[in-house]
């Protein structure tokens, strides 16, 4: 009686293709990651459900290896953040700039390359692991409007416009510049703002045309140039649709975080 000794093979992982693609081209990219990264990133796509659809951009920038960090989860093969003079990343905790002249450069033109984000339906949003309070932006820029964030001004407030005409924008009272901060653009008339899954604001400002440049995180880009340094810690950044429900795009951060060992 012959016996067949040939050890069976695991199967290897099965993952969604939006996640595949995203695996492929942090390779392609130069980078690397974990099998346990590719589950949690796989979790957290299926998390998300249709909302996935309306990112133009999503970066986790705490992961373990900087390149995957700066490759966009949403549309992958996008152009990759620049980070610009030495923004310092932590594995697995994500980026922080020194406050004086570091940033991260998304490469992401909302008025060319913006497709879920448009001037009247629009998010961004930032995870934030650093409590101060400065006058910083997080992440934006400026041209002909506002569109940028700042998580905990000294006066303990906390600062979201997008696609703004006027420098108001959704305010609100803090206590900590910690956790997920996003700000939506509903309608040409409204902008809301959320921290931590929970609405904190909203304001009745009509939106402008999209700014004609890029994006910056860790900074703002003023027409070209980079200003507002922020030294805080960030672990997620996004740029979308206002269609993304922001409950269910909290929790899928936060169980992604919990995981990785950021979340707050």
Known sequence: MYYNLIPLMSKAPSYLPAAQTYFNQVVTNGGSLTDNEKTYINTFITALGTDFAELDRFWILGLGNSIAARTSLANPTSTMITAVNSPTFTANQGYNGNGTNSYLNTNYNPSTQGVKFTQN?????????????????????????????????????????INDGVGTGAQYPVTDSLSFYTVVRPSNTLNVAWKAGVQKASAGVTSVALNNNNMYILARNASGTADTFSPRKLSISFIGSNVINQLNLYNAVQALGTSIGWAI
């Open 121 to 161: 339906s629009a998010s961004m949003g930032i995870y934030c692991l650093t409590n101060s309070a400065v006058a910083a932006i997080e992440m934006g820029h400026y041209q002909t409007q506002f569109t940028q964030m700042r998580t905990r001004q000294p006066s303990n407030v906390a600062f979201n416009h």
